[in-house]
């Protein structure tokens, strides 16, 4: 039950980063967390003209490879299922829109974070 507890902990801290980085980066945060029957998209953004639906990966040591490497072929395709979902749910049709990641590190001398556009 602890470690459920700290990686959610760990998951929320990610978040909250990202979302700083990113409205830096001219996005408009427009949902966080946003939960369906078949899962839960991270943030759901607008950039640039497009809808972007970001995974955010949070870890705090490369033991286990970079976080980027958690978004695996199933996990993007689970992510293509959910943002479907959200643009029938919103009635968004023939909207433009990309999947980004936000790879967050957490080191000793603090985060290190990439955002990686069009990541799929």
Same mark, same amino acid.
């Given at each position: 039950?602890?470690?459920? &507890?700290?990686?959610?902990?760990?998951?929320? !801290?990610?978040?909250? *980063?990202?979302?700083?980085? *990113? @409205?830096? !980066?001219?996005?408009?945060? *427009?949902?966080?967390?946003?939960? /369906?029957?078949?899962?839960?998209?991270?943030?759901?953004?607008?950039? !640039?003209?497009?809808?972007? &639906?970001?995974?955010?990966? /949070?870890? @705090?040591?490369? %033991?286990?490879?970079?976080?980027?490497?958690?978004? /695996?072929?199933? @996990?993007?395709? %689970?992510?293509?299922? *959910?943002?479907?979902?959200?643009?029938?749910?919103? %009635?968004?049709?023939?909207? =433009?829109?990309?999947?980004?990641?936000?790879?967050? /590190?957490?080191?000793?001398?603090? =985060?290190?974070?990439?955002?990686?556009?069009?990541?799929?």
């Amino acid at each position: 039950m602890i470690s459920w &507890f700290k990686r959610r902990e760990l998951g929320d !801290q990610g978040e909250d *980063l990202a979302a700083a980085a *990113l @409205k830096k !980066q001219g996005y408009k945060i *427009l949902e966080r967390n946003y939960n /369906t029957p078949l899962g839960e998209i991270d943030l759901i953004a607008r950039h !640039q003209g497009c809808l972007v &639906f970001i995974e955010v990966k /949070t870890r @705090k040591s490369l %033991r286990f490879g970079r976080p980027e490497e958690g978004v /695996t072929a199933a @996990k993007q395709r %689970r992510l293509q299922r *959910l943002a479907d979902y959200y643009m029938k749910q919103k %009635r968004l049709k023939e909207q =433009p829109m990309r999947f980004d990641v936000v790879a967050i /590190t957490i080191l000793d001398h603090g =985060p290190d974070l990439e955002i990686i556009k069009g990541a799929f």
